[in-house]
């Protein structure tokens, strides 16, 4: 049967070659669509549920807001370790499930337990973005030479973090430095006195007289008109013409109290880089399972867009970290690595042929290659003279009871199967194999030549390793599953 297949093959050679050549076509695009990322992540499956509780202590947060939460999340199918921090008006819970549980499966659970929470006013408590430890794949300064701290901090809120949301894969954009705007006003006591209004009265008008109502229509003839209050305060201007009271139907507006000004909240920390000591700063999180490289192929175009006409021309978005540059030094070092090794092993299978070897030729080391793209194809591949067997907890029926017998190199379990490499007489072995996907399992490769060791885990069990010596050295060759590597 192999013999008529490779008598098949030699007659028809064009159609192989052109075979090949679509199978290193296609494994060539599928190798460009592969998710690149520098760090893997092994982060559990975790949620965080934060309540911020203004104004109250550590204590108060505790025995309010932590507890009644922890008691209720208590008993989650899947839930693992569950841990709580509470400090001043705020308080974080975080969760961590077993192994194998969905993401949205446990938010899913953790929202239908936190709703029916009765919390004191002012506590909401919400879930953290779905992202992971190693998810900050962006971050960058707003810089201008002419906004402060606040204006800053407003193009980020209103401009820039909506603007970067937009890019598929974002999980959220976290926000560090500046000032939040604030509308104030500094209340002079003897205007009061001279008004005869106390402080409560202002604070109350002014809550009251912050907000739109909507009406009804009224209708006139073929036409109807939509009746609206606008009283939501946009501006200082809004703020002072607030009316408190009326005496001697003469009002006493909100500007006849005191100062009106721009300020903001109380600061708790502040964010410098390089030589400027106060400036604004964000970072871009990658949503958990997102592909970081097409992630960050949307980020840079929103931040190109931001930078070329939807921020003012005195402001602009600097990034200073990108992991970019990592994947490209990561791809960089590991394709230079594989040409050096090209380079090393063709000269060699020259030579090999130039000595009159009966195995030494070119072709091995170039059908590693043509292998090793048919992999990324996700399809089995089983070329040369050689032949991987895989067995299921049976004895080597072909070759006697014992491996060492016919010269067979046994390789550990990967997903209940073994696979093996058969050597030649004169040390040269094809490392092939009959591809096997065991139960979703993926294996793995090791190769093991002079003490020097390769790992290749493509999803495929696919140690595509020709020209067994490799630089006229005896290899040996073993598979292995996950859990070996």
Not at 2 to 16: A, D, G, Q, S
Not at 50 to 71: K, S, Y
Not at 109 to 130: F, K, M, S, W
Not at 382 to 404: S, T
Request: glycine share 12%; aromatic share 6%; hydrophobic share 40%.
């Amino acid at each position: 049967m192999i013999e008529r297949f490779v008598t098949l093959c030699l007659r028809r050679r064009k159609l192989v070659w052109l075979i090949a050549i679509l199978m290193a076509v296609f494994g060539y695009a599928s190798w460009k669509a592969l998710e690149i990322e520098a760090y893997p992540d092994i982060a559990d499956v975790t949620s965080q549920v934060i309540t911020q509780f203004p104004g109250h202590a550590a204590e108060e947060v505790e025995e309010q807001v932590t507890i009644p939460l922890e008691r209720e999340l208590n008993g989650i199918p899947g839930l693992q370790v569950m841990r709580s921090h509470s400090t001043f008006g705020l308080s974080l819970i975080t969760l961590v499930f077993q192994d194998g549980v969905d993401d949205y499966w446990a938010r899913q659970r953790i929202t239908e337990r936190i709703n029916g929470v009765q919390l004191p006013p002012g506590a909401n408590p919400g879930l953290d973005p779905l992202t992971s430890p190693i998810g900050e794949i962006y971050r960058y300064t707003l810089e201008s030479n002419f906004r402060d701290e606040r204006e800053l901090r407003e193009l980020q809120q209103w401009v820039v973090i909506p603007r970067l949301k937009q890019a598929t894969g974002v999980a959220d954009v976290t926000n560090f430095g500046g000032e939040t705007t604030q509308f104030q006003l500094v209340v002079d006591p003897a205007k009061l006195a001279q008004y005869n209004v106390s402080l409560a009265q202002a604070i109350a008008a002014i809550q009251a007289n912050n907000a739109n109502a909507g009406g009804s229509i009224v209708v006139r003839g073929e036409q109807g008109y939509v009746v609206r209050g606008i009283g939501l305060i946009r501006s200082l201007e809004d703020l002072g013409n607030i009316v408190i009271l009326a005496k001697g139907g003469t009002p006493v507006y909100v500007k006849n109290l005191g100062v009106l000004r721009l300020g903001a909240l109380e600061r708790r920390g502040v964010l410098g880089k390089d030589r400027n000591p106060d400036t604004v700063s964000g970072i871009v999180l990658l949503l958990k399972g997102s592909n970081p490289s097409q992630v960050l192929e949307g980020v840079h175009a929103e931040v190109a867009a931001l930078n070329s006409g939807i921020l003012p021309p005195d402001t602009k978005l600097v990034p200073y970290s990108d992991r970019t540059d990592l994947v490209r030094t990561t791809v960089h070092r590991v394709s230079q690595t594989l040409l050096e090794g090209i380079g090393l092993v063709l000269p060699g299978q020259r030579e090999r042929r130039a000595d009159g070897g009966d195995h030494g030729s070119v072709f091995p080391a170039l059908r590693l290659h043509l292998h090793a793209l048919h992999a990324y194809s996700g399809e089995p591949a089983v070329l040369g003279r050689d032949r991987f067997r895989n067995h299921r907890g049976r004895g080597d029926r072909d070759h006697g009871k014992h491996p060492a017998a016919s010269g067979r190199t046994p390789g550990r379990t990967a997903g209940g199967r073994t696979c093996s490499s058969v050597g030649d007489s004169g040390g040269t072995a094809d490392f092939f194999r009959d591809a096997h996907h065991h139960h979703g399992v993926p294996a793995a490769v090791r190769i093991s030549t002079r003490g020097k060791e390769a790992v290749f885990a493509d999803g495929l069990c696919s140690g595509l390793f020709a020209a067994g010596r490799f630089a006229h050295g005896a290899g040996h060759h073993s598979g292995t599953g996950p859990g070996g590597l």
